[in-house]
């Protein structure tokens, strides 16, 4: 099989694997991009001596350690807090204004919290900082909720997880910027207001690419037949799958969906509040809703957004010195997670899948931070600087990246690919909302309080997040089954079946059913003018 070969749930035109859908995919992941960078630059701009000495946190002299670790959990967690409330409302927006629409409502959000940023200054203090923080959260928390449901709702079966990945990449990229930027205005520009203040502007790139890029997006096929838009929804899919409606495989596809959205009108029913009662009265529903939110308490508990929010701090603590030094060591960090995200995107989500990633992800990642760890314990680093990291030390890092590299190709993206496509169409906007929140409300726990769990635990820190790296493998194999080339509506068969073995028998079913599908279509002798006549007809 080649790199770009495809698992099919059926018989499936090139056509449908063409520029428009890679594009649209594209378009929305520049929400990635824009949270990316936002979780990677800040540790590093805070750690820069332009900053420290505007805003007056030189430790002692001005303030304590323990001063500053607050004021720095404080400006980075305004984000996470602003995330989660944006996660919710997405909600809102995903179900009456659509998905396209909605990114663009939270595109502009966005910049306008950057915008606000940039006033901050050292007389002014952090206020704008702080209000800037969490507007713009309120965008990146909910494109990060639209993003993955828009992309799994227009993706063809086979190459979903590759689509919804490019959120993943959009967010490396992001991500590679922000380690990156620091290090070079720190190597090119003395210390100045503007180098601190640049990489707050650049956040504003991204986002004006998304707000650009959303006028060029269709809105989401299965959203416009929820709400009976029927002819504009046949019109945006076939322009998507570049297919004439009355294609065989459009009309196997328009089919499943009204077959799906018209059994959800028929028991729970599509308005604003029924997915909410729906979740209340279906203990299988609230239960595929523990697993996906719990997917994001083991994603933050690996230890990526300690590391993300606050790299000097890590490095800091393994032994490396120096602000320049610190910096480059993050940057290294960014290319290993962005190159191994191109391998998780191209290689292993559609063909390893989901369930087997997660497992040796979590269980190679474990190790490395046990090592970890137990050198800082044993050397002690911090209480023992030396201009150059010896033996030990390297070996340490060298695990540090080691740890990057079976992090990044697992948990890193596949949480939010199982998330986007797990729940039914009914239920996927609330659902989405959510996980995100989820995602956001762990992400804030850390963001919040790691500067003080590495005071107070030192190497603990790396021992506590080993030890839930190894429970999350449990909770994988018990729990999660594979959904890998599974069409979205058949993840309501392979959530009632064993997990381990759910995946088989599902793509089984479906080869059976699609035969038995073009066996009838055949012997009923429709043509394809026929097919279409009834489509019409039922509109």
Same mark, same amino acid.
């Given at each position: 099989?080649?790199?770009?070969?495809?698992?099919?749930? #059926?018989?499936?035109?090139?056509?449908?694997?063409?520029?428009?859908?890679?594009?649209?995919?594209?378009?929305?992941?520049?929400?990635?991009?824009?949270?990316?960078?936002?979780?990677?630059?800040?540790?590093?701009?805070?750690?820069?001596?332009?900053?420290?000495?505007?805003?007056?946190?030189?430790?002692?002299?001005?303030?304590?350690?323990?001063?500053?670790?607050?004021?720095?959990? @404080?400006?980075?967690?305004?984000?996470?807090?602003?995330?989660?409330?944006?996660?919710?409302?997405?909600?809102?927006?995903?179900?009456?204004?659509?998905?396209?629409?909605?990114?663009?409502?939270?595109?502009?959000?966005?910049?306008?919290?950057?915008?606000?940023?940039?006033?901050?200054?050292?007389?002014?203090?952090?206020?704008?900082?702080?209000?800037?923080?969490?507007?713009?959260?309120?965008?990146?928390?909910?494109?990060? @909720?639209?993003?993955?449901?828009?992309?799994?709702?227009?993706?063809?079966?086979?190459?979903?997880?590759?689509?919804?990945?490019?959120?993943?990449?959009?967010?490396?990229?992001?991500?590679?910027?922000?380690?990156?930027?620091?290090?070079?205005?720190?190597?090119?520009?003395?210390?100045?207001?503007?180098?601190?203040?640049?990489?707050?502007?650049?956040?504003?790139?991204?986002?004006?690419?998304?707000?650009?890029?959303?006028?060029? =997006?269709?809105?989401?096929?299965?959203?416009?037949?929820?709400?009976?838009? #029927?002819?504009?929804?046949?019109?945006?899919?076939?322009?998507?799958?570049?297919?004439?409606?009355?294609?065989?495989?459009?009309?196997?596809?328009?089919?499943? =969906?009204?077959?799906?959205?018209?059994?959800?009108?028929?028991?729970?029913?599509?308005?604003?509040?029924?997915?909410?009662?729906?979740?209340?009265?279906?203990?299988?529903?609230?239960?595929?809703?523990?697993?996906?939110?719990?997917?994001?308490?083991?994603?933050?508990?690996?230890?990526?957004?300690?590391?993300?929010?606050?790299?000097?701090?890590?490095?800091?603590?393994?032994?490396?010195?120096?602000?320049?030094?610190?910096?480059?060591?993050?940057?290294?960090?960014?290319?290993?997670?962005?190159?191994?995200?191109?391998?998780?995107?191209?290689?292993?989500?559609?063909?390893?899948?989901?369930?087997?990633?997660?497992?040796?992800?979590?269980?190679?990642?474990?190790? =490395?931070?046990?090592?970890?760890?137990?050198?800082?314990?044993?050397?002690?680093?911090?209480?023992?600087?030396?201009?150059?990291?010896?033996?030990?030390?390297?070996?340490?890092?060298?695990?540090?990246?080691?740890?990057?590299?079976?992090?990044?190709?697992?948990? @890193?993206?596949?949480?939010?690919?199982?998330?986007?496509?797990?729940?039914?169409? @009914?239920?996927?906007?609330?659902?989405?909302?959510?996980?995100?929140?989820?995602?956001?409300?762990?992400?804030?726990?850390?963001?919040?309080?790691?500067?003080?769990?590495?005071?107070?635990?030192?190497?603990?820190?790396?021992?506590?997040?080993?030890?839930?790296?190894? =429970?999350?493998?449990?909770?994988?194999?018990?729990?999660?089954?594979?959904?890998?080339?599974?069409?979205?509506?058949?993840?309501?068969?392979?959530?009632?079946?064993?997990? +381990?073995?759910?995946?088989?028998?599902?793509?089984?079913?479906? +080869?059976?059913?699609?035969?038995?599908?073009?066996?009838?279509?055949?012997?009923?002798?429709?043509?394809?003018?026929?097919?279409?006549?009834?489509?019409?007809? #039922?509109?």
């Amino acid at each position: 099989m080649g790199i770009l070969s495809k698992v099919e749930d #059926r018989p499936t035109p090139p056509e449908v694997y063409n520029w428009r859908v890679y594009m649209t995919a594209s378009v929305a992941s520049f929400a990635a991009v824009m949270i990316g960078y936002d979780s990677a630059f800040i540790g590093g701009t805070l750690a820069l001596p332009s900053f420290i000495s505007e805003f007056r946190w030189a430790v002692p002299s001005q303030k304590t350690k323990a001063e500053v670790d607050l004021l720095k959990a @404080n400006v980075v967690s305004l984000y996470q807090a602003g995330a989660f409330f944006g996660a919710l409302f997405a909600y809102a927006t995903g179900h009456f204004l659509g998905r396209q629409r909605g990114l663009t409502l939270f595109s502009v959000v966005f910049i306008l919290g950057a915008g606000i940023m940039l006033g901050a200054n050292g007389d002014r203090g952090l206020g704008l900082i702080y209000g800037g923080r969490v507007l713009a959260g309120i965008g990146v928390g909910g494109a990060s @909720n639209l993003v993955p449901i828009y992309i799994s709702e227009i993706s063809p079966p086979a190459i979903r997880g590759r689509l919804v990945g490019l959120y993943e990449l959009g967010w490396q990229v992001g991500g590679l910027v922000g380690f990156w930027i620091n290090y070079g205005l720190v190597e090119t520009m003395g210390p100045s207001h503007k180098q601190w203040i640049i990489p707050f502007a650049v956040q504003l790139v991204p986002a004006g690419m998304l707000l650009a890029g959303s006028f060029l =997006c269709k809105e989401s096929p299965r959203w416009l037949l929820s709400k009976g838009k #029927r002819e504009q929804a046949l019109k945006n899919l076939s322009w998507i799958r570049n297919l004439p409606v009355d294609h065989i495989y459009m009309l196997e596809e328009i089919t499943a =969906c009204d077959a799906a959205i018209e059994g959800q009108r028929s028991t729970v029913g599509v308005g604003f509040w029924q997915p909410m009662r729906s979740v209340m009265n279906s203990r299988k529903v609230m239960y595929r809703f523990f697993l996906g939110g719990s997917l994001f308490f083991w994603q933050n508990t690996s230890g990526i957004n300690a590391i993300n929010y606050y790299s000097p701090t890590v490095f800091k603590s393994i032994g490396v010195t120096g602000t320049n030094t610190s910096l480059l060591t993050t940057g290294i960090f960014g290319v290993i997670k962005t190159v191994l995200t191109f391998v998780w995107l191209l290689l292993l989500i559609d063909k390893l899948g989901r369930r087997n990633l997660l497992i040796i992800g979590a269980i190679g990642g474990s190790l =490395c931070l046990w090592f970890v760890g137990g050198y800082i314990a044993v050397a002690q680093p911090e209480k023992h600087p030396t201009a150059k990291l010896q033996g030990g030390g390297i070996a340490a890092i060298f695990f540090f990246y080691l740890w990057t590299a079976f992090y990044s190709p697992s948990w @890193n993206g596949t949480p939010w690919v199982l998330n986007s496509e797990m729940f039914d169409q @009914n239920v996927r906007t609330l659902a989405q909302a959510f996980a995100a929140a989820n995602n956001w409300f762990w992400n804030f726990l850390v963001a919040r309080f790691t500067p003080q769990m590495f005071t107070k635990m030192g190497y603990g820190v790396y021992f506590f997040f080993a030890s839930l790296m190894l =429970c999350s493998v449990v909770f994988i194999w018990f729990l999660i089954p594979e959904t890998k080339g599974v069409p979205l509506e058949a993840m309501d068969r392979i959530f009632e079946l064993p997990p +381990r073995k759910a995946h088989k028998i599902v793509m089984a079913e479906l +080869r059976e059913m699609e035969a038995e599908f073009r066996a009838n279509a055949d012997g009923a002798g429709l043509s394809n003018e026929k097919e279409q006549a009834l489509q019409v007809e #039922r509109v």
